[in-house]
């Protein structure tokens, strides 16, 4: 079992910035990425940022330059920091957890993101 806490977000104008936070805890030692998934009403979730235990990040091509993942490994902590955020950014926001042999089984409980002026 792996239990993810999420924190930021809020209410910011666009242009703005946010920094959404996410702690891992419980069998961390099986998580081999981390991701950040969105879901506008009326829209699918998606996949927006993804960062590997080694390091790598991928990002959906309308974050790309704007958004950026890290990972925290002693505190087991894993930010996306959102510069330079649109409307069409606002959405729920959560945290994933990507498993060896279970994919992304793992999800925190969401964390509301509103653009708008």
């Known amino acids: 079992q792996v239990q993810l806490v999420e924190s930021g977000g809020g209410l910011v104008q666009p242009g703005g910035s946010l920094r959404l936070s996410c702690a891992a805890s419980?069998?961390?030692?099986?998580?081999?990425?981390m991701g950040w998934y969105r879901q506008a009403p009326g829209l699918q979730r998606e996949l927006v940022a993804s960062?590997?235990?080694?390091?790598?990040?991928n990002y959906v091509d309308s974050v790309k330059g704007r958004f950026t993942i890290s990972r925290d490994n002693a505190k087991n902590t894993v930010h996306l920091q959102m510069n330079t955020l649109k409307p069409e950014d606002t959405a729920v926001y959560y945290c994933?957890?990507?498993?060896?042999?279970?994919?992304?089984?793992?999800w925190g409980q969401g964390t509301q993101v509103t653009v708008s002026s």
């Open positions: 960062i590997t235990s080694g390091g790598s990040t």
């Open positions: 994933a957890a990507h498993m060896r042999t279970r994919g992304w089984a793992y």
């Open positions: 419980g069998s961390i030692f099986s998580i081999t990425a």
